[in-house]
């Protein structure tokens, strides 16, 4: 009776750690997606990709924590959170090998991009660059690249007091090769992507270079997809995944060529004035996680009750045993 007792006694005590465990896991999941959406935040944030309405600026120029108005989508789906990343972002880190004076050393500057029109993400990453820049200089010899992006930009980091190295405050990081765009119509694909974010560029470029800047549209052919927006250590997203805008791949789940960030400003549009637009979006280990969870208390506590019923009804009918050689005293 008491080695059965003890076998059920660790059984319980295993079965519980292990809900325990999973509970765990279930609460991190419900952290990570709290107050997240896709793509795009609460109605009226700006200018519809994350950066206010002074492109990350207050009116007189100081810089702008809208914070309110970026909701990134589930870290679990890094091809989503890679793609948002780098649609909510308007310039980046580009390192190239340097050519000139350090030849072989790495070499880094800042560069504008834009992956696409503000209400819409195409997945390719275009820049507007004169031949005379230093980086471009670079490329011609060697257009091997490194472009990285941090998610500071948004503000959603400093809403959330997160050091730009916190994980949660994610960061981007794709290497490949520049190259400079000839087909004529995906020319006017970047001219849309580029001047609607960035509407200064309008001035840079013109058709017939009279001053010889000899600015032209380049765009990155992607190898190598890096992203750290959560714990756990860097994710490598694949370029498939990455066209994709998911990690997904079932017929039924959203497949995006681009990503419309005006939609879900519509779908916000219909919550109640107070809201700031976000929401819980429970992944489908959260839902299967709750019903384990609720299935396993139930079999723990049942099993609990009949095994205290088993020893109660043993301990009640406890019987004294007599030797068979020993006689009753008469």
Partial sequence: MRFAHRCSTRTHTFSLTFLLALATLLAIEISANEGRVSYGGPAGAGDGYGRGKYGGHKEGGEEENNSDGISPPNPFDKAASARWLAHNTGWCSISTINSRDRKGSPFGNIASFSDGARDSSTGSIYMLHSSLDASIIDVMDNNLISFSVSE???????????????????????????????STDEIETAKVALFDKHPGMKSWYRESDDMGHDFRFWKIDIEEIWLVDFFGGAALIDVDAWNR?????????????????????????????????????????????IAIVAMGLGFFLGRNRKTSAIVASAQSEKVELVPKDRNPVV
């Fill in 152 to 182: 500071m930009q948004t503000g959603y980091c400093q809403g959330k007091e997160y050091d730009a190295e916190d994980p949660r405050c994610a960061r981007l990081s794709i290497g490949g090769r520049l190259v400079e765009i000839a």
């Fill in 245 to 289: 805008g998911t990690d997904s791949k079932s017929d039924g789940f959203l497949k995006p060529t681009s990503i419309s960030v005006q939609r879900e400003h519509q779908e916000n549009e219909s919550g109640s004035a107070g809201d700031v637009g976000t929401h819980i979006s429970f992944s489908w280990f959260a839902v299967t996680s």
